[in-house]
Structures are given as structure tokens and as C-alpha cells.
């Protein structure tokens, strides 16, 4: 299974730092030969091809509604709430995953998005890179070992 | 005409700009005045200063989430300057390559996903055109909407191919390319540009490229119009046709001064040529209202604050003189926008590929500005059709690329020096004003295209372009201002790029607005 893991968001903005702590993290790891790691920084629907390609991504990326309190949750594309559906320049992470089965040939890879809700910490950006790295290969696209931090 | 007929809306254009926010005064349906608000400050200035010479080709590319080549490319022009690099050939083609894709994907994307997207505004439902527009442009069902977001990123794959790295292409260095095609990559992007002309011309123009490069005035437009079926359904045809309707012609005049700071140099013995003498395809230049173009002084180019949140000084400053210190007071009652106000000779100018249509001498939009003035018709125009300016040349110019030549020559080092990069990116003109000191940056100005267009009023009180483009606008509806809409759209803002989170309560139109009156 060939996995890609790709972390969003922007490295000089605290707000939407946590997808690049989370690379840089994993990027000091030694990852298993089928693990590609990128940086996806701002490319929203430029990410498209990197949808491509392989049969498993992993999306890292700062969220923000998705629970009460700062930690991490798992989501699953399929079971998003609805998202604007107008492009435009602050088009990001939600428009891409819903354009995505509407251009891409099939099979379309199995998606899961590990967001970071509030502050991107150092504790928080690391449970977030074990989280994915448990995640890689996961036949049910969820951690194989799923902590209380990670409750969606 | 009494005070108390006037109203205000503050608009969130949040699927144009999440950091960008206008304050209309319009009184009997029609706009009598605007503010243009940025509202984050952005500090790539500051941030830069103190850090490695070369550190200015990773950050900056930052500052977008969709121009990031051309940051990348500015950044390193700036340098080449400075360090008096003289580019090989190959390095210019692939530039010019990876620039060219960057573009035709963020003119057909703004052209189809967002500026077409108001065409099945509720607004017009009653309107002839509309079920063909829901057909064409609905979210995610249209079969523009499909083919566009499948074909950009297609043409997007060239940068990928040639810069060797995506996204985030950190490929253009001062002395060229770092990375090396091979024969095989070259082949792959003749490929894509030819499997992309082929789609442009059946969907978007419908009609060969050979076809629309005859439209050389208003009169060619309406002969090609009616010429035959095809080109009335392609979306450009459609445009045209619902741009009629409601009257795009008559909205968005603005000052009427234009400005580019051109782009895509001309490489030795390249079969490529440009309209005028100018050594780029697309040339740079200065056109006042109603006036010829003049070229392109950087040396004009300044940048006021006097109603912007930066620490005050009069009139406005060269780039590379330039102040960026934020300032905010509870008590301001002048300053409105994080944006500072750029200005060419002291007079605020548009940017775009209108202007750059102008300024490179394309002879069907000198006479529709002749004819008619600026608008926001004629501006969506330009930028739907500038794919069909550049797509011959990009495949004259992938063939050009020598793979056994070189890609880059050494510098070894930036040398103390002040510089400068000047590009149109997609969006209009973009310069990076440059100084090394000691192996570091002891200076950096950037100016977006979005800082022309959505400039605030300058130190003369001077409205910005978009500001300017917005009075005499009707308003039919004050709650949905699809008009204001159109307006801005046509200028293409861009500021949000910075951030992006996904949220769980995302306003569910994208249009939210509040009114106050």
C-alpha cells in the first residue's frame, strides 16, 4: 500500500501552523519506503494531483469547529458537513476534497484528514504524527490505536 | 439630496477575498462612495529582514497560495540583478514555461469557478440565460465547472514536471533553473499543451486558437459571434452573451490608468516574438486615461500610507525606501486599510491582464477601451482569452529547450547591492524590491497586484482603483449586491492566500454581508 501523507497550512501564520510542525516532525522520523511525506503549504486545489497515484492519503491540517476543546480529531472526507461550494482564493482544504471524486479517475485513494483544533503545541503536533504514522496502512482508515485525544 | 438617504454595506466578499472587506455609501440604488479594507497585516517586509540572501526564494512564495511561482520567480530576478547573473537560454524557457502554466491555470479557474459563478446568482433567475448557466457553472456539476478544475490542474503539471518538486517549487535560482528536464519531461509538457489547447478551444472559445487571433476589434468580436454556433456555446461566447444581458459594460469604469510591469523575456534565437520592440512577450508600461502607452520606470513607483495602518509619512516613498511599520489606534478616524497605497507617478493605476493586453499593444482591447472605457466585461474578457495569447508560445518554447545545454550558470554568492524583480503575475504587476547587505537582507518591499487594484485612498485622498471602479455602480438589491460583486471579481482580489483552515462553520453562500443603515 502506498501511502502519502501531506501536511497543509502556513509556517508564519500561528493559526495555521499545525500541518507544517506536523511535517517537520515526521520529517526527522524514519518513514517506511511506501510513506511519501509532503509539504502541501498553501497549494489547496493545486493538491489535486496529489490525490493521484497512491491508495492511501493522510491530510494534516489545522481545523477549527470540530470539538469543544484543542486536540486532535480524525475526520473522515465522506462525512463532512456541507462546505461552501463557490471557489474562490480562501478555497482550501474543504473544496478540495469535494472536487476531488468529481475529476479524478478512480479508484480514488482512502482519505482521512487529521485535524489539529487550537493552539498547534508541540505535545499536540507530535500526537498528531504518531497518530498518522499509525494511521499508514490502516485498513479501516482510522489509528490502529486510537487514544482519547483523538476522539473526534 | 438629503444625508439621511444614505446607506452603508459592509461586504464580506468572502469568496473573492476572506481578508478583504468594502464599505459601500450608496443613496437611490447607486453607489456614491467605497472604502477597500485589508485587514490583516501580512509583515513579509519585516520578516525577511536579517535573514540569508537567498531565504527571500522560500518565503515569499508564501505570501500566495496560488502565485507562488510567480513570487518564487521575482525573488530570484531581484537577486539575479544583484549579483549581475546572465541566464542561459534554457533557464529563461523554463521560466517562462512554469510562469505561463501558472497563469492559464488561474485565469480559467477565476474565470469559471469564480467570476462565472455569479452568472446563476438568484439574482437572475428570471433571466433567459440562467438555466444554461446553472448547466454550465453549477458547483461541482457543471460541465464547465468539471472541465476546468480537471484541465488546470493538467496544465499545472508542468511546473511539477519542470521545477522537479510539488507543490511549494523552489526550482528558479538566481543564475536560472536548479532543475534539468530531461528530453522525456520535455515531451510530457509539449503533451499537456497540446491535450490543453485542444480543450480551451473546443470549451472555452470554441473555435481553433488561429480563429480568435483574427478578433482585432469590436467588429471582429461581433462577426465571430455570429459566426457560428459553436462559438456562441463555448464559454467565452456565453460570457459575451450573458455580459449583454446585464449590462458588465456599463459596471466598473474606474480612473481608466493602467499599469504592467510586463513579463516572459524573449530568449536569443527564440521563433517567438511580441507585439512591439519590447524584449518581452507581454511588455511592460504606463497607459493614462485616454493617453498612448509610455513605458514602464520603476523609479515612479511609490507607495503612500495616509490612509493606511502604517506609521505616517508624506507623500509616498520608493520600495526601496520604503516603511512598513504597523500602526493602529483606538482613535483612528483616517486609517482604514493594512494595504498600503501603491501609485505610478503619483496616480493610482489597474493592473491585470486588461492592462496587460494594453500595454502589449493587443489591438481588439485598445479598441474596446477606446470605444468604450474600462469595464468589468472587457477585464473578464482579457482574462479569459490571455490562455490564447500564450499557448502558441508555450509550445514553441517547449520545443526550444535543449536538454544537453545549460540550465543554470554558478553564483556563488549575492553580493552587497540593491535590486529589483518585476513581473505581471496573474493577477497584475508584482515587484520585489530587494537590498543585500553582508550576505543578509537588509531590505524588502514587496507590492501585489492586489495592493494596485484594492488600494486604499493615497496621501491626495485619491481613491484606489477598485474603489474608484465602484461608483456609479447600481445596486438592484442591497441585500444581494451582485453588482458590487461583478466589480470587484473583474479585478481578480487576492489577499487571503495566507491562510487556509477548514472550518466547521463556514457561511454557507459565501456571501455575507451585513447592512447597515
Redesign the interface.
Known amino acids: 500500500m502506498r501511502t502519502r501523507i501531506i501536511c497543509?497550512?502556513?509556517?508564519?501564520?500561528a493559526?495555521?501552523a499545525a500541518g507544517p510542525m506536523v511535517h517537520d516532525i515526521l520529517a526527522g522520523r524514519s518513514l517506511p519506503a511506501a510513506v511519501e511525506l509532503?509539504?502541501?503549504?498553501?497549494?489547496?486545489?493545486?493538491?489535486?494531483?496529489?490525490l493521484e497515484g497512491c491508495d492511501q492519503v493522510i491530510v494534516v491540517?489545522?481545523?477549527?469547529?470540530?470539538r469543544d476543546e484543542p486536540g486532535i480529531v480524525i475526520l473522515d472526507p465522506a462525512a463532512l458537513?456541507?462546505?461552501?461550494?463557490?471557489?474562490?482564493?480562501?478555497?482550501?482544504?474543504?473544496y478540495l476534497l469535494?472536487?476531488a471524486p468529481?475529476?479524478l479517475d478512480p479508484p480514488l485513494p482512502a482519505i482521512v484528514?487529521v485535524?489539529i483544533e487550537g493552539p498547534a503545541t508541540d505535545a499536540i503536533c507530535r500526537e498528531a504524527a504518531r497518530i498518522c504514522l499509525d494511521t499508514v496502512g490502516s485498513a479501516s482508515g482510522r489509528p490502529c490505536r486510537l487514544q482519547p485525544v483523538c476522539a473526534g | 439630496m438629503s444625508e439621511n438617504r444614505k446607506k452603508t454595506i459592509d461586504v464580506a466578499l468572502?469568496?473573492?477575498?476572506?481578508d478583504l472587506e468594502l464599505r459601500i455609501e450608496h443613496e437611490d440604488g447607486v453607489v456614491t462612495n467605497a472604502w477597500s479594507k485589508g485587514i490583516m497585516y501580512r509583515g513579509?517586509e519585516n520578516?525577511l529582514k536579517g535573514r540569508g540572501a537567498l531565504d527571500g526564494l522560500v518565503?515569499t512564495p508564501?505570501v500566495?497560495?496560488?502565485c507562488?511561482t510567480a513570487h518564487l520567480l521575482t525573488a530570484a530576478k531581484a537577486l539575479d540583478m544583484i549579483s549581475g547573473a546572465q541566464l542561459p537560454v534554457n533557464a529563461l524557457l523554463v521560466r517562462n514555461l512554469a510562469m505561463m502554466a501558472e497563469h492559464i491555470q488561474s485565469d480559467l479557474?477565476h474565470g469559471i469557478?469564480?467570476f462565472m459563478?455569479d452568472c446563476h446568482n438568484p439574482a437572475y433567475a428570471s433571466l433567459p440565460l440562467y438555466g444554461e448557466a446553472v448547466r454550465r457553472y453549477q458547483?461541482?456539476k457543471g460541465r464547465s465547472v468539471?472541465g476546468a478544475?480537471?484541465m488546470?490542474?493538467k496544465i499545472?503539471?508542468i511546473v511539477?514536471i519542470l521545477g522537479g518538486q510539488?507543490?511549494?517549487s523552489s526550482f528558479i535560482v538566481p543564475g536560472g533553473v536548479a532543475s534539468v528536464p530531461t528530453f522525456n519531461d520535455i515531451v510530457n509538457c509539449t503533451y499537456i499543451i497540446n491535450l490543453f489547447t485542444t480543450w480551451y478551444e473546443e470549451q472555452i472559445l470554441g473555435c481553433p486558437l488561429e480563429r480568435w487571433q483574427q478578433v482585432r476589434s469590436e467588429q471582429d468580436l461581433q462577426a465571430w459571434l455570429d459566426e457560428s454556433d459553436a462559438h456562441r456555446d463555448g464559454d467565452l461566447g456565453f460570457f459575451i452573451r450573458f455580459a449583454r444581458l446585464v449590462g458588465l459594460d456599463r459596471l466598473g469604469r474606474g480612473h481608466g490608468n493602467f499599469v504592467s510591469f510586463g513579463q516572459l523575456e524573449l530568449p536569443q534565437g527564440s521563433a517567438v516574438r511580441g507585439r512591439t520592440a519590447d524584449p518581452l512577450l507581454l511588455a511592460a508600461g504606463f497607459i493614462g486615461q485616454g493617453q498612448a502607452p509610455a513605458g514602464c520606470d520603476q523609479e515612479l513607483v511609490t507607495e503612500h500610507v495616509a490612509y493606511s495602518h502604517f506609521v505616517d509619512y508624506p507623500g509616498g516613498l520608493h520600495p526601496s525606501e520604503g516603511l512598513t511599520q504597523p500602526y493602529v489606534s483606538p482613535y483612528e478616524i483616517i486609517k482604514y486599510s493594512f494595504c498600503k497605497a501603491p501609485r505610478y507617478n503619483g496616480r493610482p493605476a489597474e493592473t491585470g491582464p486588461l492592462a496587460q493586453m494594453l500595454t502589449s499593444g493587443h489591438p481588439l482591447f485598445a479598441d474596446m477601451i477606446a470605444a468604450g472605457g474600462p469595464n468589468a466585461y472587457v477585464r473578464e474578457l482579457a482574462r479569459l482569452t490571455r490562455p490564447a495569447e500564450l499557448l502558441p508560445a508555450m509550445k514553441t518554447w517547449a520545443g526550444e529547450i535543449d536538454p544537453e545545454a545549460p540550465f543554470y550558470h554558478s553564483v556563488r554568492e549575492i553580493p552587497d547591492g540593491h535590486g529589483y524583480g518585476l513581473i505581471d503575475a496573474s493577477r497584475g504587476a508584482l515587484g520585489h524590491w530587494v537590498e543585500i547587505s553582508r550576505q543578509k537582507i537588509a531590505h524588502y518591499q514587496i507590492i501585489t497586484p492586489t495592493a494596485w487594484n484594492g488600494s486604499p485612498r493615497d496621501h491626495d485622498g485619491v481613491r484606489g482603483p477598485w474603489e474608484e471602479a465602484l461608483i456609479g455602480t447600481p445596486i438592484a438589491d442591497p441585500d444581494n449586491p451582485v453588482e458590487i460583486g461583478h466589480v470587484i471579481r473583474s479585478f481578480d482580489?487576492?489577499?487571503?492566500?495566507?491562510?487556509?483552515?477548514?472550518?466547521?462553520?463556514?457561511?454557507?453562500?459565501?456571501r455575507s454581508r451585513c447592512v447597515r443603515v
Not at chain 1, 509532503?38 to 496529489?50: I, S
Not at chain 1, 458537513?81 to 474543504?94: I, T
Not at chain 2, 482580489?493 to 459565501?510: D, F, I, K, W, Y
Open positions: 497543509i497550512g502556513n509556517p508564519f501564520i493559526a495555521d509532503v509539504d502541501g503549504g498553501l497549494a489547496g486545489l493545486r493538491l489535486l494531483p496529489l491540517d489545522a481545523v477549527e469547529g470540530f458537513p456541507p462546505v461552501p461550494v463557490d471557489y474562490g482564493h480562501q478555497a482550501g482544504l474543504a469535494q472536487a468529481h475529476v484528514v485535524g | 468572502n469568496r473573492v477575498e476572506g513579509f520578516m518565503l508564501r500566495c497560495g496560488i507562488g479557474r469557478l469564480m459563478q458547483a461541482f468539471i478544475i480537471g488546470t490542474k499545472l503539471e511539477a510539488w507543490p511549494n482580489a487576492c489577499q487571503v492566500c495566507s491562510v487556509h483552515l477548514l472550518t466547521n462553520n463556514a457561511p454557507a453562500t459565501g
